[in-house]
């Protein structure tokens, strides 16, 4: 029987080494690379092109809208915590994640075509409330599947090298749905009188690529790590959290960068069409950005394995902070250096984004090492809940903003303060929370050499706690 009692941690042993992991299979990372790819068809949609849908095609105020997400993201916050315990407390013959992937994909696809179809004639105050509904809906159920999601990688594996290439390729899934969504999405943006049933079309069209690519994860997630608890307890899994000093960090970081990541997201259509003069430049910047996470997402791996994850998260960080810098104070004539700006911001940004998923994995092995217990669920529910304070953040300072230069809905053109605003909060923005962010991480006390010696302790207890088994069943 397997006890629920935390074990504390061992100091002074010298523990044998883990064995060594097996490499994982092209297969397995295709998988794994499908389902964010999956998660980006609700998730990216939203924070690319949601801000601009309900100002511009709705007619709710930048102001209301700014509200909505921050209201609505702070709720779906703290339902992750909720779904991470539902996620540790979950067994079954398809494991602890899976079956999330096989009951929640239908739901979340769904939810994204009723965001983006607010009906004609409910008025200003019924399509808001529509709107709080549907999007509120659309983040719950998109929390039961991508807890599970986030949660699966240090399932998966315990070796460092291993994670960063699901972390690559998690971030390679996410770009190639980025880059459709650019060249599929974004040039119905001058059309504003056909937008919304393009919209309709295309997210209906996701619910039957989103389904394929979530059951081709489905049936190629393998999760590989031991557990000595199957089922654990809500008050084990927030007990667990105690003293996880990387992850409360780890957490401190993603909110400021997310913060400045979903900002500039949200505003970049507004940059292209109003401060570059030219709304199909939008492509041209998304493509700029997505084509260096291919550049960059690969390399990765190596990276690491040279610099170590921390390393490469700050220096990924300081080339975004360069890049929001150029974003924010080029000439809007000069069309090559904002390009340029943008390649370097979408370099820094796919580096910290791919290393952040790897260094998120980690901290379930530190937890299992200072606690006892292995809270995949939870653990990744307060990251993501971090996340999502970040998102909500980033949704609404960009809302906000636009309501501070003086935005106005609907109108032909904008005024020169207006449009110089737009260039200086969507460049500022960023640079300014990467670079908190990074600093939070220059003091980050989990390495990589960290890890290898905690891993190697929790196996060496393991090892123990199965000699003490077979040497009581042997004295009974």
Known sequence: MTSNVAVPPQTGASPAAPAAAPR?????????????AANNLAFSMTSMFLLLYYTDVVGISAAAVGTLFLVMRIIDAFTDVWAGSVVDRTMTRWGKFRPFFLWGALPLLLLSVATFTVPGGLGDTGSLVYAYVTYGLLGLAYTFVNIPYGSLASAITQDSKERAKLATWRTLGTGVTILMLSLVVAPQINDAENLQRALTTITAAFVVVGFALYMFLFSTAKENVVRDVAHVPFRQSIKNLKGNRPLYMLCGSAVSFLTGMIALQGLQAYYARDVMGDANYYIVLSLLSIGMMFVVAPLVPRLVGRFGKRGVYVGGGSLSVLGGLVIAFSPASATALIFAGFVVYGAGLMVVNTVMWAL????????????????????????????????????AVAAFGLTYVGYVSGADSQTAETIDGIQRI???????????????????????????????????????????????????
Request: proline residues 2%.
């Open 24 to 36: 994982l299979k092209k297969r397995q990372l295709f998988g794994y690379a499908s389902g964010d």
């Open 360 to 395: 998120e994995a980690d901290t379930v092995e530190y937890g299992e090492w200072k606690n006892g217990v292995r809270t995949e669920g939870t653990t990744y529910a307060v990251f993501s809940f971090t996340r999502k304070v970040g998102q909500a953040f980033g949704g």
């Open 426 to 476: 969507a460049g500022l923005l960023p640079a300014v929370c990467v670079a908190i962010g990074v600093l939070i991480m220059l003091r980050y006390p989990l390495t990589d050499a960290r890890f290898k010696e905690i891993t190697a302790e929790i196996a060496a207890r393991r090892e123990a706690r199965a000699a003490e088994a077979v040497q009581g069943d042997t004295t009974d």
